[in-house]
């Protein structure tokens, strides 16, 4: 697990994308049974793990990512490029394809 972590961290997005992991589905009902692994769909909730400073505008200032590290996100379905480490899939996004920033408001 260190390692894992001591590796993810080498990882340092650029520009506007967003590094993230996909949040991991129950695996098991409410009523206590396990669902087998291949039955158990994927999230489209994911935590934020890095962020990039931020895409150039065309006068060449910073537009700062919505977006911070721990924040949890929206992502859709398919897309952004998959890095793979260790035994862990993490996600690369643009700020701009992130579906919405997840609060604890109720």
Known sequence: MATTLRSIRGVVPLL????VQRMKAEAK???GLYIP???VEK?????VLAVGPGALDKDGKRITPSVAPGD?????????ST?????EDY????????LAKLTDEK
């Open 29 to 31: 009902t409410a009523s």
């Open 83 to 87: 890095v793979k480490i260790g035994d």
């Open 91 to 98: 996600l690369l996004f643009r700020d701009s394809e992130i």
């Open 16 to 19: 506007d994308r967003i590094l």
């Open 37 to 39: 692994e291949k039955n």
């Open 72 to 80: 949890r996100v929206l992502i859709p379905p398919f897309g952004g």
């Open 43 to 47: 999230l489209s909730e994911a935590k």
